[in-house]
């Protein structure tokens, strides 16, 4: 059974930076697409960044530059790099996997079929 836990969400003020981190484990595909969601009550879920199996990645236009993703493969963890922190960025953040792999990962979340439980994140202006 695949499991992915969120940790690293916090309070900061805008500016800031947080490091979010993601335990996977339980997978047995060797195809996968990883990555970070976030959503805002009453809003969709967005995609913020996917990686696949060959370490392709896939970000979304409004965090190029400030969020970057990367991954401890020995360790099974996948973290969130985010910098200069804004209000609007305030969400409950998502890891996520499926297993569908190189080359259709996809920033769509209907595509994920593994989640996390969130991690929040506020900043404050």
């Known amino acids: 059974q695949v499991q992915l836990v969120e940790s690293g969400g916090d309070s900061v003020q805008s500016g800031g930076s947080l490091r979010l981190a993601c335990a996977v484990s339980?997978?047995?595909?060797?195809?996968?697409?990883t990555g970070w969601f976030r959503q805002v009550p009453g809003k969709a879920r967005e995609g913020v960044v996917v990686?696949?199996?060959?370490?392709?990645?896939l970000y979304a236009d409004p965090f190029k530059g400030r969020f970057r993703l990367s991954q401890d493969s020995a360790k099974n963890m996948l973290y969130l790099q985010m910098d200069n922190l804004k209000p609007e960025d305030t969400a409950i953040y998502f890891c996520?996997?499926?297993?569908?792999?190189?080359?259709?990962?996809?920033?769509?979340?209907?595509?994920?079929?593994?989640w996390g439980q969130g991690t929040q994140v506020t900043v404050s202006s």
């Open positions: 996520a996997r499926n297993d569908i792999g190189w080359p259709r990962c996809e920033l769509n979340s209907g595509t994920y079929k593994y």
């Open positions: 339980g997978y047995t595909s060797t195809k996968s697409c």
């Open positions: 990686r696949d199996e060959l370490g392709g990645m």
